[in-house]
């Protein structure tokens, strides 16, 4: 019987969901689903875009800033935040990992016309919206912002 009880105990607390460690995910809750698109491939992102909102203290700079994507060969290429270029290479599909540090940025979600697309990293410690210049909709922002609530992250701070 104790032994029983114990076993309960233990499958019990093995349950339990646990707190995510502080300072990982500032932005996210971790036991929200989060995934990649597959639509496309990098050549399809590549070119300049706008950050229309995002969460603070990211690498792309905040509202306004500049971000550009391009191929440089299959699955690998650069991406330039702030000014600064760094190659990345996919891995899996929608997935972009810097080639200096191994951060993850995935493409969460992009519209059908790769006019609006939403990044993130799964850790929910950087996330964005971005435009190309000059064709942002107000309808893909709502649309990216769902997004962005779906994957767990904390609408209430984001930054437009």
């Known amino acids: 019987m104790r032994f029983a009880i114990l076993f309960l105990v233990i499958f019990l607390m093995s349950c339990a969901r646990q707190a995510p460690e502080p300072g990982l995910s500032p ?65 899996l599909p929608g997935r972009l990992i810097d080639m200096a540090n191994g951060t993850e940025y995935w493409v969460i979600w992009v519209d059908d016309d790769f006019r609006t697309a939403v990044i993130g990293t799964p850790e929910g410690t950087f996330g964005w919206i971005m435009d190309r210049p000059g064709q942002a909709s107000p309808d893909r922002l709502i649309a990216a912002r769902e997004i962005l609530d779906f994957s767990g992250y904390d609408l209430s701070r984001l930054q437009q």
């Open 27 to 91: 932005y996210r809750d971790l036991a929200a689903p989060i995934g990649s698109t597959t639509r496309g491939v990098l050549a399809d992102l590549s070119g300049d875009w706008i950050v229309a909102a995002a969460f603070p203290g990211g690498p792309e700079g905040g509202p306004g800033q500049r971000v550009s994507l391009s191929a440089t060969g299959p699955g690998a290429g650069t991406l330039q935040l702030r000014g600064v270029e760094m190659p990345v290479t996919v891995g």
